[in-house]
């Protein structure tokens, strides 16, 4: 069978999966590292992503690729293709104030409703605000937006800045998905099209999708001239070609791309009934419905899902990293500090961690710090600050599961992922904190292999079912305290 090549562009580094488009299973992999920061020029993604297709092997032997990365991130292109300023990344708070100020302006419940969300700091419709109000000469020079995975899939392309790409600055081949277009805020997963008038809203400029009519060409000069929003693809969709020079000078076809969840969840088939909770840099909840969400409260986001279905999401910006954070407070690893964790009793003796440490988007405390409670001298054990820890996690991802299945996603198993699921003091903490049965697959980069699967979606025009293993199913031992006591304190520190 053909080969087909699946990319995670996420927060942290790069991924490629080489993957049989017959059976999924992977032939070889690569990697590369991303700096650190909550704004990062897209140049080093791109770097990245080179160096991790190189790490991979190379496409010579390729058919097909897509790429999934991290949503929300805003990059800001001139009329000559040239990235105005480094990237505001979803782990970017400034833009608080200006999510603030847009729900101030056009209300919670109409901007559920247009666009299937509450904007909060973390969404591009908020980072464009903020850049208007605060940038007004990069803001006046801005061509195109665009995210992160349909910024690199142009670039593989080959189109770019004039000197630095074979095909020049042509903003018109500008590719993004419904998944990660409905993550900006100015898309709309019912009326799956851009609302122009919010985008107009936030920025003050006007705007259209590529390759439509609008006022000019694009041009960022005149901020009369409409700003350019990549064309939104179909599942299933070939968006283009690899540059010849990018593939050995082997036809490689390019599928849509996705939103890194919704990559999640086509690399896991998740369907009716699944509640995926992913323990990465953020934690994420969400399941894939056939109907469009829509929660006022902005808890739950109502994106679209790279399938043609939906995806309500809720997100906390604190996961995997409050174990490694709290790991070198007790000076120990991660399997440290699981050992210690498992010889801790359920609800700590007390301790409760309310793990806000980067702020929080669920709730949304964006300037909010963690905080330790129940200290006393027979509770302040390394053992009961471990197991904590991982209490504090999952309960808050736990709110978050809650608020999903509250607009209506059904909710029969729990499949929990990303690299901390593979802790056993996690899982035997999940069967505990969750009252659904917990899953956990085997262990495997599902982002990049669900930009795998649309790969392989796109060269042959039919959605492949691949194959899901199991890793562990932890037992159900539903300790609903644990909620509670976290619930007692997190509440006061709303």
């Known amino acids: 069978m053909a080969l087909v090549a699946g990319v995670d562009s996420s927060t942290q580094s790069c991924k490629v999966l080489i993957v049989d488009s017959g059976t999924g299973r992977t032939i070889r992999t690569g990697r590369a590292p991303h700096p650190h920061g909550t704004e990062v020029h897209p140049s080093f993604w791109w770097d990245a992503l080179l160096s991790a297709i190189s790490d991979a092997g190379g496409l010579a032997d390729v058919s097909a690729i897509s790429i999934a990365g991290q949503q929300h991130g805003m990059v800001l292109l001139d009329a000559d293709g040239v990235v105005i300023r480094d990237a505001l990344l979803w782990n970017d708070t400034r833009s608080a104030g200006s999510a603030d100020a847009l729900v101030a302006e056009l209300g919670a419940a109409g901007l559920a409703d247009r666009s299937g969300s509450v904007p909060l700091a973390s969404f591009t419709i908020t980072k464009l605000r903020w850049v208007r109000d605060n940038e007004p000469a990069n803001a006046a020079r801005v061509a195109a937006v665009a995210l992160p995975h349909d910024w690199l ?237 991982i209490e504090g996690m999952l309960c808050g991802l736990a709110d978050g599961l809650d608020a999903v299945a509250g607009t209506g996603a059904a909710v029969q198993r729990l499949l929990l992922i990303g690299g901390a699921a593979q802790s056993a003091a996690v899982q035997a903490v999940a069967g505990q904190v969750f009252s659904t049965p917990v899953t956990v697959p085997e262990p495997g980069e599902y982002v990049a292999r669900g930009a795998a699967v649309q790969a392989a979606w796109a060269l042959s025009g039919t959605r492949p079912g691949w194959d899901l293993g199991t890793f562990a199913a932890p037992v159900t031992d539903h300790r609903p305290e644990i909620r509670e006591q976290y619930g007692r304190v997190a509440v006061r520190c709303r």
């Open 153 to 389: 899939s142009w670039r593989l392309r080959g189109y770019g800045p004039t000197g630095e790409s074979p095909l020049g600055p042509d903003l018109e081949q500008l590719a993004t998905d419904r998944s990660d277009a409905s993550g900006t805020g100015y898309w709309s997963p019912r009326g799956e099209a851009y609302d122009l008038d919010l985008f107009a809203a936030a920025f003050g400029r006007q705007a259209r999708e590529a390759g439509s009519p609008g006022l000019g060409a694009g041009a960022g000069g005149p901020a009369g001239r409409h700003v350019i929003l990549p064309r939104v693809a179909a599942p299933s969709d070939i968006i283009g070609t690899v540059h010849a020079g990018q593939a050995g000078g082997r036809k490689v076809v390019v599928g849509a791309g996705a939103g890194d969840n919704a990559a999640g969840a086509l690399g896991l088939g998740a369907t009716d009934g699944d509640m995926v909770i992913s323990l990465g840099t953020s934690g994420t909840v969400f399941a894939s419905t056939p109907a469009a969400a829509n929660d006022p409260s902005g808890t739950v986001a109502g994106f679209a899902d790279a399938g043609g279905r939906f995806l309500p999401i809720a997100v906390t910006l604190n996961a995997a990293r409050v174990l490694s954070s709290v790991a070198g407070l007790l000076g120990t690893t991660l399997d440290g500090l699981a050992e210690l964790a498992l010889a801790a009793q359920p609800g700590s003796g007390g301790v409760v961690l309310v793990p806000y440490f980067e702020g929080e988007r669920t709730p949304n405390l964006p300037l909010a710090t963690a905080s330790f409670h129940g200290l006393s001298i027979a509770s302040t054990t390394r053992e009961n600050i471990a197991r904590a820890a």
